[in-house]
């Protein structure tokens, strides 16, 4: 369950996570486990040194911690904290807040798009039992702001059991691997009329 203390307010701290490279590093750590600078650059497209700075801001603002050395201990192994975060632009936020959170939130809409894209560009070399059971569901539904808080509670509790976070893959059944759930509740904004043309060019 998410913890008031991982809701996000530190602006420092939304805007160092915000930085894409810091994002991949930390769904990387977040779903293969441990890693090294080493280890991490590569997936980010960044070199070992970049990696290493980008580990210690993440670890600064308390997103990854040291994990136990391997081997002879020369490479320094990080970890995810063991933590959920959200952030939600709240009334009272003050304007550097407000656009630290905003800014946040569209880093993790764009890496989540991203990561739709390539789910979807690669669907043909998905085997068929993946092919069928990967949905990308859009619903329009009649709430009021209550039932959406409600809505989310009982989605989050249903998916619970399964994220990987806390899932070890010895208690996962055979043949499971990562997937990704994506969960947006927010309500429709009014659409801008732009008027109608001055030409009916498609009556050529």
Known sequence: MTRDSDVLSDPKAMRALAHPARLMILNRLGVEGSATATEVAEIAGITPSAASYHLRMLAKYGFVEDAPPRGDGRERVWRPVNRSIRV?????????????????????????????????????????????????????????????????????????????????????????????????????????????????????
């Open 88 to 204: 939600g632009v709240q009334p009272g936020d003050q304007p550097d807040v407000r656009d630290a959170k905003l800014s946040l939130m569209q880093a993790f809409r764009r890496e989540a798009n991203e990561e739709a894209d390539r789910a979807l560009a690669g669907i043909d070399q998905e085997p068929d039992e993946w092919r069928d059971a990967t949905r990308f569901n859009r619903s329009l539904i009649r709430v009021d702001a209550e039932e959406m808080v409600r809505l989310n509670d009982a989605i989050q509790k249903l998916i619970e059991p399964y994220v990987a976070r806390g899932r070890e893959e010895a208690d996962a059944p055979s043949g499971a691997r990562i997937a990704e759930v994506q969960v947006n509740l927010f309500p429709v904004a009014k659409r801008p009329v732009p008027g109608l043309p001055t030409e009916d060019h498609d009556a050529r």
